[in-house]
Each structure stands twice: as structure tokens, then as C-alpha cells.
């Protein structure tokens, strides 16, 4: 599907290798900002679409979304400047590595590629970057972020549930905890298939609050919770 149709934009996805995923819109749909943040930043956004969806939640914010490759940068410029939220959205072709703000943002977030050592595609690089650690590892995204968020700023972050544990650890040794855990599960009795964290500043051993999102019932019918989540934005619903 070369173009995606929400209910208050459409999202061109036919040159990002990174396409829209359902996790990605759920943890979107889900993700809560605090009611004074001005200054947000999307690290990866591909086509564009988490931006766009914040960017339709939340009037007061300014999104900044940076993305290294050129056509899914093209891509997502082009989707914010169709967008009713244009003059609060703006795409930056940029690594994340060598990326450093002129002001540091209130709230980051991020659906960072994941895969460590699984196979890649002989032909298609720009999938492999966008899935791939190759070009951001870990370490790399830990520091950029520390390097772009403000003081009392949170990151919001989706990764695989083994994943977000390594993630941890890098985000732990700079001085960040976890906050706040949220499993996605396709059943309420299946595994998890991503696990949204948000991340602060802090040390300690406060218990971070843990809450579950269910796509789908014992029926196989849409669960009450995913289509409370995804009524002001899928048109199906």
C-alpha cells in the first residue's frame, strides 16, 4: 500500500524501507506527554507517521524528526508539509550519531532499529539501516540522547522485549531509570511482541509502573483497549 489513509492525513510510504507497522501506531497512539512540553524529538521517523499522530494528539508540541535516509527523509518532509500540522512538524536529513540541537528537547522518542546479527539484504541497504544496528548501535543512541534531553526531559522508546533489556543496561550506565513499562501482546495469553519504556533521569530503585495493551480478544475480534487507542486515527474503526 503505497499510500496509508488515517482519518486526518494520509502517510505516502512508497520510497521509506521502513513501512507503517501496527506496534509502531499503537505505541504512537499511547505514548503520553506531559501537558508543558513545547520541544519534541523523533529520532528515525521514516515515513513519518509517529510524528504525525503526536503532532494530531497534542496541539502545544513541536516536533523535530530527524532520519538518515534521503528518500525516507523526502518521503516525510513531504508528508508533514501535506499535513494540517505543518507549521509544527519539520524533518531533518541527519545521522543521529553526529547530531547535536542548537536547544535541547522536553521529550524524545524513538521505534530505533533493533536487529544485532541476523541476516541482511544483499541489495536493500536502506532497509538494512532501518532495522539494523549497523549505523546506530545502542551505545550511540543512549548518548545522543542523553546528549539532546533536557534535564527533567523523558525519552519514550519500543524495542523487542530482549532488546529493550539490553537498551536498559545502556540507558542505566548514563544515569537514566525506567519510569514506566507498557507490553504489547497480539493476545492477553500471548508473548510479548514490544515492550514501551519511558526513561528519566534518576538512580534508585523505584518499581517502575507496568501496564499491558491487548490487540486482540479470546475471539480474535479487536480487544475494547486497541480500538479505544486507535478510533481517532484508523478509519475501519
Not at 541482511?120 to 548518548?143: D, M, P, V, W
Request: with cysteine; glycine share 4%; charged share 25%.
Amino acid at each position: 500500500m503505497s499510500v496509508f489513509r488515517f482519518k486526518q492525513f494520509s502517510v505516502e510510504q512508497k520510497q521509506s524501507p521502513a513501512k507503517i507497522t501496527t506496534d509502531a501506531t499503537v505505541f504512537a497512539s499511547s505514548l503520553k506527554i506531559p501537558a508543558d512540553v513545547k520541544r519534541v524529538l523523533e529520532i528515525g521517523t521514516g515515513t513519518g507517521v509517529l510524528s504525525l499522530m503526536l503532532a494530531q494528539r497534542f496541539s502545544g508540541i513541536e516536533i523535530k524528526a530527524v532520519e538518515i535516509n534521503p528518500k525516507a527523509y523526502t518521503e516525510a518532509d513531504m508528508n508533514f508539509r501535506n499535513s494540517k500540522w505543518n507549521a509544527r512538524l519539520k524533518a531533518i536529513l541527519a545521522d543521529f550519531n553526529e547530531f547535536e540541537s542548537e536547544h535541547k528537547f522536553d521529550v524524545i522518542f524513538s521505534n530505533p532499529p533493533f536487529f544485532k546479527n541476523n541476516l541482511q539484504s544483499q541489495t536493500n541497504h536502506g532497509k538494512n539501516t532501518a532495522y539494523h544496528t549497523n549505523q546506530l548501535s545502542f551505545e550511540s543512541l543512549a548518548k545522543g540522547i542523553d546528549l539532546n534531553l533536557t534535564q527533567d526531559g523523558e525519552l519514550h522508546v519500543m524495542l523487542p522485549f530482549y532488546e529493550m533489556s539490553l537498551f536498559e543496561k545502556e540507558m542505566s550506565a548514563i544515569g537514566f531509570r525506567c519510569n514506566k513499562s507498557t507490553e504489547l501482546r497480539h493476545q492477553a495469553k500471548s508473548k510479548i511482541i514490544r515492550v514501551f519504556n519511558v526513561f528519566g533521569r534518576g538512580e534508585g530503585l523505584r518499581k517502575k509502573e507496568i501496564e499491558k495493551i491487548i490487540l486482540r480478544d479470546e475471539n480474535s475480534n479487536f480487544h475494547p483497549s486497541y480500538i479505544q487507542l486507535m478510533k481517532d486515527f484508523l478509519t475501519i474503526f
